[in-house]
């Protein structure tokens, strides 16, 4: 089992819009509709943002949304704000139980 | 509110047996039908699933770490353990507990716990 790909960073201004790339293989992201999306600020417990490719927990934004095409998905933050600034991990599941991360992108709000 | 809270020793000499253990609080571990993960992120390094069980003993565990990796529940204390045998520097890293509603959908983390690896 390989990490999936994420860009290191993504950056934008307040308001704008940024999309964060996850990218994976036939085994885990490209054979499952099973993603996730983690929020994590330094020093606290990460966060689920979206599950199941595009659903939201109860609570969170809707600003956040998610989407996936064959071995890639993609984190959508509309509305950049000042709390957004984190690192976001994707990750996918990978059959029998198992589950791949991704290595994290840090979102910095300019 | 459901929380976690990861606990042990910040410092393993390589060779020895890391032991850390996950209380769970504002709800039972038993209850419902999730499962209880082990998730660590090395420094400078992707998030990686150790392994994760059911109340009942029902495991998986990463088969690159299966045979040093056990993970244990005990519904009667709501906490769920980590050992991780033969430690090198290598296991150095962040080390969480979360709760998998399904499919590896973490709800839930710990604010995880740093052990070094170090003699």
């Known amino acids: 089992q390989s990490a999936l790909t994420q860009p290191a960073s993504v950056s934008g201004s307040p308001g704008q819009s940024i999309t964060i790339s996850c990218t994976g293989t036939?085994?885990?992201?490209?054979?499952?509709?099973?993603v996730s999306w983690y929020q994590h600020h330094p020093g606290k417990a990460p966060k689920l943002m979206i599950y199941?490719?595009?659903q939201r927990p109860s609570g969170v934004s809707n600003r956040f949304s998610g989407s996936k095409s064959d071995n890639t998905a993609s984190l959508t933050i509309s509305g950049l704000q000042a709390e957004d600034e984190a690192v976001y991990y994707c990750?996918?599941?990978?059959?029998?139980?198992?589950?791949?991360f991704g290595p994290g992108t840090e979102v910095t709000v300019l | 509110q459901l929380q976690l809270q990861e606990s042990g020793p910040g410092l393993v000499k390589p060779s020895e047996t890391l032991s850390l253990t996950c209380t769970v609080s504002?709800?039972?571990?038993?209850?419902?039908?999730?499962?209880w993960g082990w998730i660590r992120q090395p420094p400078g390094k992707a998030l990686e699933l150790i392994g994760n069980i059911y109340y009942s003993g029902s495991s998986y565990y990463k088969p690159s770490l299966k045979s040093r990796v056990t993970i244990s529940v005990d519904t009667s204390t709501n906490q769920v353990s980590l050992k991780l045998s033969s430690v090198t520097a290598a296991d150095t890293a962040v080390y969480y507990c979360?709760?998998?509603?399904?499919?590896?959908?973490?709800?839930?983390w710990g604010q995880g716990t740093l052990v070094t690896v170090s003699s």
């Open positions: 036939s085994s885990d992201l490209g054979s499952y509709s099973l």
């Open positions: 504002g709800g039972s571990i038993s209850s419902n039908s999730f499962y």
């Open positions: 990750c996918s599941y990978a059959g029998s139980r198992s589950s791949v």
């Open positions: 199941e490719v595009s």
């Open positions: 979360a709760r998998d509603r399904d499919y590896g959908n973490y709800d839930y």
